[in-house]
């Protein structure tokens, strides 16, 4: 069964720091991998979505990286600003087309 | 697009009452999604859609659950009867695979349930 892992559950950091949030998976077989963002009660938005083929999309200031192999998988935000405080959540495609969501991360960045 | 469409936004209804969610997926996605969000246990996937066909149910935690696609514009997800426990977000979601890699899901505001 498939399992999606994101430490640490919260992060608040001073406005300006580059960062780096992490999401490991427990099935390398996966056929994508998305990031999505959420914020107080809305709904899921997408941020990049990485191709099993693929081992990098970029989207402005957010960069995310794969590793099938070792089952991880980083979005990197530059520059963070406080309006990108909102909780991020990982989640992949297996074998179906289910996808499996980490817990999230709520990210807070204070001015 | 409108995007997905979720009704009601909020329900708050008593212990042993009947609820009904609504969605109305993104025009020409051939897969919905229906999906449960709670602090303890995050985001769950309950039951998927092909085509109006329900594909993968072993999300719905127990009979008191079902939900149906009539058509490719409409799908509805009703508890009964409902409990405490049963309070959480649930979200709707539509995509369509274009390939085998797949492509994003477009998700819902969500209903937020509150079961008293």
């Known amino acids: 069964k498939q399992e999606v892992t994101q430490i640490p559950a919260a992060l608040s950091v001073p406005e300006g720091e580059n960062l780096v949030l992490n999401c490991s998976f427990t099935?390398?077989?996966?056929?994508?991998l998305q990031w999505f963002r959420q914020d107080p009660g809305k709904g899921l938005t997408s941020l990049l979505l990485?191709?099993?083929?693929?081992r990098e999309q970029t989207s402005g200031r957010l960069n995310a990286s794969l590793d099938k192999s070792s089952g991880r998988s980083t979005l990197y935000i530059a520059a963070s600003q406080p309006g990108d405080s909102a909780t991020y959540l990982c989640?992949?495609?297996?074998?179906?087309?289910?996808?499996?969501f980490g817990k999230g991360m709520k990210l807070t960045v204070n001015p | 697009d409108a995007g997905v469409i979720q009704s009601p936004r909020h329900e708050v209804t008593e212990m042993g009452q009947e609820v009904t969610l609504r969605c109305k997926p993104i025009?020409?996605?051939?897969?919905l999604f229906w999906y449960r969000q709670t602090m303890m246990r995050g985001l769950e996937l309950l039951i998927y859609?092909?085509?109006?066909?329900?594909?993968?149910d072993s999300g719905m935690p127990e009979d008191r659950f079902s939900a149906k696609m009539p058509n490719a514009s409409f799908s509805t997800l009703k508890i009964q009867p409902s409990e405490p426990r049963d309070s959480a977000v649930y979200f709707c979601?539509?995509?369509?695979?274009?390939?085998?890699?797949?492509?994003?899901?477009?998700f819902g505001p969500g209903t937020r349930l509150t079961v008293l």
């Open positions: 979601a539509s995509t369509t695979y274009r390939d085998l890699e797949g492509d994003t899901q477009y």
């Open positions: 989640a992949v495609v297996g074998g179906s087309e289910k996808l499996v």
């Open positions: 990485i191709q099993s083929s693929q």
């Open positions: 025009s020409g996605h051939d897969y």
């Open positions: 099935d390398s077989a996966i056929y994508n």
């Open positions: 859609f092909n085509n109006n066909v329900p594909i993968d």
